[in-house]
Each structure stands twice: as C-alpha cells, then as structure tokens.
C-alpha cells in the first residue's frame, strides 16, 4: 500500500502539529525518510543506494477515525494522511550516517511515555524493495520523500501533547526532534 501526501503535509520544528477543529485526536506513526538525490525510474534494487541523498527522521500523522471511515467506504486515505501539517519532519541526515545493511533505532514518545521503539531491520520491507518498488510505477525526483514504515506502539495524540522522536545509530547517530500538538 503506498499513499501521498501533498507539500502542504510539511511541517519541521519548532511548527506545530495541527489537528483540525473537527478532530478529537490523530495517532502518531514514527518512520525513517529516505531523500530521492537523482530521477530514478524502474530502478533495480541493487542500484537504490546510488539514488539516495539522504535520510531523515519523519511522523506519519494519521486521523485514524477518518481513515476507518474511509476504509469501509472503499475510498483512498488521502484525507486521513495528507492533511497539513501531517508529514512532520526532522533535519537531513547524510547517507553517509546510515548504512542500509544495519540497522538503526526508531522511537517515539508522547508527554515523557516511550511508546514506539524499534528497528529497521524489523522492517517489512526493506529501504531498496521500496524504492525499487515505487520506482516501477512512479518516477522519483530529486528531494522525493519517502517513508518507510513504522514500528509497533502507534496511538493517539490530543491536542497539548507533546511529541519526542529520535533516531539512533551507527556512526553515534542520535537525532531527536519534538513536536506540540494544537488545535487549527
């Protein structure tokens, strides 16, 4: 399943993380981004790592009521994964700080409580299936932004939640970033 969402998703720090007025909560999904550096199209998995620019640390913000409602509607996720300011995301990070044949740590928690942490290499699919997936159908540009999934312990957010997330790693890669959730 692959989804977008509009450059109007974008949100770094020290922006907030809006749930519209509508909306009681969104739940929270923390995920590693890869940067696309070069066009690529139908590009062979052994070849993904020449393509990428970077990485970095991004939240996957999701209305997950809005997106139940839609499931069971048989219509797309855009509205539940594509509002503003639901693509939070953290600094780039030189490829060269991540080694996709390792593994880095992903975790996440709301108001000081750990609720996500896992690693990549849990992952179900790895960064270059990905990539050489989407690829096949979709031609990636320079500065494409793709998330990669996200580990268990996804939940809800309410507005004045505040959100940590960091990323750990070879290299003493440590990257945390926070977010406050408001209302629009």
Known sequence: MIFMKPPSAFVLEPN???IPSEWDELHHEVELGVIIDKQCRNIDKDLVEANIGGYCLALDMTARKVQDQLKKQGHPWLLAKGFDTSCPCGDF???SKINLSSSVNLWLSVNGKMRQ???TRDMIFSVPDLVAYISKYITL????LILTGTPAGVGPVKRGDQIEAGINGDNNLKYTMKFNVATQ
């Open 16 to 18: 907030k993380i809006i």
């Open 93 to 95: 990070i030189d490829k």
């Open 117 to 119: 942490n896992g690693h």
């Open 141 to 144: 540009e320079h500065g494409d």
